[in-house]
């Protein structure tokens, strides 16, 4: 790598980071006016009166529900459930004129009087990460009739630049090294990689008739299919039929395949059998640092990127960029899938959660884990093993994906 050219590379990035402060990037303390009870929280805005970013900082995680505000409206109104939040009011930026917080019964409404008529283009949250201690939810607005926005590889106000592509190789003792990029054709497809959880001498978790490996593999296969027909993508299976597969392998199999999102695809289990709900998982700050500390110690058995000259700086500062990149478009994604699951099975109370799983270290692959409800539960075991209710979850998450690649698709195919 030449090493000025990346000094170059650093310098714009921090140009871009000040033009984007400098365009009126503002916060403003709902403490102003807050009611007794419930954590305060910051309220951001950015953007204009074509397409405004709406980040609220929180302390906790956060579902919200669109309770009012479909194509041309002048208000908005989200619903949190279970969400402490103080009271209180303030002036928004772009679209939206002023947004007014208010406790209900069980958890908080947040409503957003808009300067003209506007749509929510996607919603997110976004969960801590290094150096971000808080929750963040996103809601992104545009102008009705306004151009819709590209989903976004970094939801973030300040977008990171994507590192140089780097495509990898497979060792013989199974490690990846870089390898230079080869030219290729452009194709539209995304690549999806589905994960069936378990496999082979592992079963998973049990029900009283059922194991998880099993719901796992037909789950992933009815979404290879449903996947593919529509000719929009390419789905890559870790397994397509009851074998073990390595957890590192798994990861490995994402990135050769130059994989858009990894799924894995799993059924809970509890101790508590009342205990129901599907839940999201995305990579926890302790997953990010032990991936981290693997490649400064070049111990990793993913990923092996050689920096000519040796410049260790320049590498982990690479690796980071990548790997902020990676965490927040997964977070984004976990919204998406959330939503739209939540519409055909139970969800737990705290449906987002985060975790140092294996299958989701890829740094440089947006990764979920789901559980698509609890086997130990026999509500959720029927609706997991009954082929049509598992085909309307299933047809969820393929809806989540087709959501999150909508915007990005409509754009290459002009």
Not at 60 to 89: H, M, N
């Amino acid at each position: 790598m030449d090493l000025s050219a990346y000094g170059g590379f650093l310098a714009g990035w921090k140009r871009m980071a000040a033009l984007a402060g400098a365009a009126g990037l503002c916060a403003a303390l709902l403490a102003q006016g807050a009611s007794a009870g419930g954590a305060p929280a910051v309220v951001r805005f950015g953007g204009d009166r074509l397409a405004t970013r709406i980040v609220i900082d929180l302390a906790q995680s956060a579902t919200g529900k669109l309770i009012s505000g479909g194509e041309g409206a002048r208000e908005l109104v989200l619903d949190f459930p279970k969400l402490d939040v103080a009271a209180s009011e303030g002036r928004g930026q772009g679209l939206v004129g002023a947004y007014n917080i208010t406790k209900t019964a069980g958890g908080t409404r947040l409503k957003l009087a808009l300067n003209e008529t506007a749509v929510v283009d996607r919603r997110f949250l976004l969960a801590p990460a290094e150096g971000v201690k808080n929750y963040r939810y996103v809601i992104d607005l545009k102008a009705h009739g306004g151009v819709k926005s590209p989903a976004p590889r970094t939801p973030s106000l300040v977008p990171a630049p994507a590192p140089p592509p780097v495509s990898t190789a497979v060792k013989p003792a199974g490690q990846l090294v870089a390898v230079a990029p080869a030219p290729r054709s452009v194709n539209l497809r995304k690549v999806i990689v589905i994960d069936a959880g378990h496999g082979g001498h592992d079963p998973g978790a049990l029900g009283a008739n059922a194991r998880e490996k099993d719901i796992t593999l037909a789950a992933a296969k009815a979404l290879k299919k449903r996947l593919e027909a529509t000719g929009r993508y390419r789905a890559v299976m870790t397994r397509d039929g009851d074998a073990y597969i390595p957890l590192e392998n798994r990861v490995q199999i994402a990135r050769r395949a130059g994989a858009d999102l990894f799924i894995s695809l799993h059924a809970d289990a509890g101790g508590n059998k009342s205990t129901r709900g599907a839940s999201v998982y995305t990579l926890s700050d302790e997953g990010s640092a032990k991936v981290a500390r693997s490649v400064n110690t070049n111990s990793d058995w993913f990923i092996d990127v050689d920096v000519p000259g040796g410049a260790k700086a320049v590498r982990e500062i690479l690796f980071d960029l990548t790997q902020r990149a990676t965490r927040n478009r997964s977070a984004a994604f976990a919204e998406l899938l959330i939503d739209k699951v939540g519409d055909e099975a139970p969800l737990l109370t705290r449906a987002h959660r985060d975790a140092r799983y294996v299958v989701l270290f890829a740094p440089d692959v947006p990764a979920v884990l789901l559980e698509m409800g609890f086997i130990t539960n026999s509500a959720d075991e029927r609706l997991l093993t009954d082929p049509d209710k598992r085909a309307k979850v299933v047809d969820a998450i393929a809806g989540a994906i087709d959501e999150y690649f909508e915007p990005q698709l409509q754009l290459a195919a002009r």
